[in-house]
């Protein structure tokens, strides 16, 4: 089992930056991706960025492209979500996911919620 929890959600206004994070515990060492996605109220939920457990691969959605960064803390098990320029459309309910290796997202973190003020 993997637990995890997210943290750094909050009230922005727009233009400003946030930094979310995920801890991880548990059997950290079967992670093979972990994975950021966002749920907008009403909305269904999107794919925002997702790292390797080695943190020496990532990938970032087109629509935060250039805008959101992630990150590993390998001393921390911690994965970072840096999320810079905000704009309102941003605002929505963020959540950390673990997969296996070459599995699907199957442990998923209780969300942070981020609001951008305009």
């Known amino acids: 089992q993997v637990q995890l929890e997210e943290s750094g959600g909050g009230l922005v206004q727009a233009g400003g930056s946030l930094t979310l994070s995920c801890a991880a515990s548990?059997?950290?060492?079967?992670?093979?991706?972990v994975g950021w996605f966002r749920q907008p109220s009403g909305k269904e939920r999107e794919f925002v960025a997702r790292?390797?457990?080695?943190?020496?691969?990532?990938v970032v959605g087109d629509s935060v492209k250039g805008r959101f960064t992630i990150s590993k803390d390998n001393a921390k098990n911690t994965v970072c979500l840096q999320l810079n320029s905000l704009k309102p459309e941003d605002t929505a309910v963020y959540y950390c996911?673990?997969?296996?290796?070459?599995?699907?997202?199957?442990?998923w973190g209780q969300g942070t919620q981020v609001t951008v003020s305009s």
């Open positions: 548990g059997r950290t060492a079967s992670i093979g991706t």
């Open positions: 996911t673990a997969a296996y290796p070459l599995g699907a997202y199957i442990y």
């Open positions: 790292i390797n457990w080695s943190g020496d691969r990532a």
